[in-house]
């Protein structure tokens, strides 16, 4: 079984920043894909920015130039840096990571979410 643990949110002002951690323990082999959504009250869960095994990234355009996704392989883990947060960032982060276990079957797994809250 594989977990993953995020933390990092938490109530910061408009024009501040938070990093979100999450970190990715149990029966892994490799990690493909890793990515955080997020989903605000009455909001689809969304896309906000992704990162390969090799280090190509992407983002949602409403995040570009603002946030930052990154990961350390050797620990499991992926990161989002969080500058310049509006209060429309407002919502719960999830993590996401595409992994291959050690039985080598390949599944999807979420993180529990963090709340991160924007004061205007």
């Known amino acids: 079984q594989v977990q993953l643990v995020e933390s990092g949110g938490g109530l910061v002002q408009a024009g501040g920043s938070l990093r979100l951690s999450c970190l990715a323990s149990g029966s892994i082999f490799s990690i493909n894909d890793m990515r955080w959504y997020r989903q605000a009250p009455g909001k689809q869960r969304e896309l906000v920015a992704a990162?390969?095994?090799?280090?190509?990234?992407n983002y949602v355009d409403s995040v570009k130039g603002r946030f930052t996704i990154s990961r350390d392989n050797a620990k499991n883990g992926v990161y989002l840096q969080m500058n310049s947060l509006k209060p429309e960032d407002t919502a719960v982060y999830y993590c996401?990571?595409?992994?291959?276990?050690?039985?080598?079957?390949?599944?999807?797994?979420w993180g529990q979410g963090t709340q991160v809250t924007v004061s205007s």
């Open positions: 990162i390969t095994s090799g280090g190509s990234t």
């Open positions: 996401n990571a595409v992994v291959i276990a050690t039985s080598r079957t390949l599944n999807s797994y």
